[in-house]
């Protein structure tokens, strides 16, 4: 690996550390004021985002100036400290949002639909940049599937969004982080048992 490579991966991922943090501070303020406990799941699902890709370009970082073959393992390292924290948080979501089915609470869609518009804009900017990367190793296939669950989860969160403006049916809210959370569990526990294995052969 060429140390241009090296040095355009690392200003890749601090440049997502920066944007992420500040996107996290807007999101969490948005679903606090809108009352959403999708979005706000989302915000503490970005902040996430932040930690592990702040651990990822340290990683990056050390192992360029030491080149190492423990360093390539301590990447290995935050990938599974990475989908370990996916995995934790979503059980958490899914047991916050169950709670909130049987009685849900009103819930200030139009700002949920403009943090939508939003978060589909700045996950898909996020998304494609780790998806031109140069190289992907484990660490930087695990940070394209949380852009990508991102998207995903950001397309849910504005339909369900609309239909909450248009029917009143605030349950929806908590049935999405629900069903986000569930395809994320599945997901990061897959990539849990993978980089798992590779620390242990």
Same mark, same amino acid.
């Given at each position: 690996?060429?140390?241009?490579?090296? @040095? &355009? *991966? *690392?200003k890749v991922l601090l440049s997502g550390v920066v944007v992420n943090f500040v996107f996290f501070l807007?999101?969490?303020a948005g679903g606090l004021l809108s009352n959403s406990i999708a979005v706000?799941?989302?915000?503490? &699902?970005?902040?996430?985002? +932040?930690?592990?890709?702040?651990?990822?370009?340290?990683?990056?970082?050390?192992?360029?100036?030491h080149r190492h073959p423990r360093f390539e393992r301590l990447k290995v390292a935050v990938a599974f400290a990475n989908a370990l924290a996916l995995v934790? /948080?979503?059980?958490?979501?899914i047991y916050e949002a169950v709670g909130r089915?049987?009685?849900?609470?009103? +819930?200030?869609?139009?700002?949920?639909?403009?943090?939508?518009?939003i /978060?589909?804009?700045? @996950?898909?900017?996020?998304?494609? =940049?780790?998806? =031109?990367s140069e190289r992907k190793n484990i @660490?930087? =296939?695990?940070l394209i599937l949380h852009y990508a669950q991102d998207v995903l989860g950001w397309v849910t969160i504005l339909g369900g969004a609309v239909v909450m403006y248009f029917t009143g049916f605030f349950w929806i809210d908590s049935a999405i982080t629900v069903l986000y959370s569930v395809i994320i569990l599945v997901i990061s526990l897959r990539f849990?048992?993978?980089? /798992?294995?590779?620390?242990? /052969?």
């Open positions: 690996m060429s140390s241009h490579e090296s @040095n &355009h *991966e *690392e807007v999101e969490l706000i799941s989302d915000a503490l &699902h970005d902040f996430t985002d +932040v930690i592990s890709l702040f651990f990822s370009w340290w990683v990056e970082r050390i192992a360029r100036q934790i /948080g979503s059980l958490y979501l089915i049987s009685s849900p609470e009103p +819930v200030e869609s139009r700002l949920v639909i403009a943090l939508g518009v /978060g589909i804009s700045f @996950n898909s900017f996020i998304f494609y =940049k780790l998806l =031109k @660490n930087i =296939k695990v849990l048992w993978q980089s /798992g294995k590779m620390l242990a /052969g």
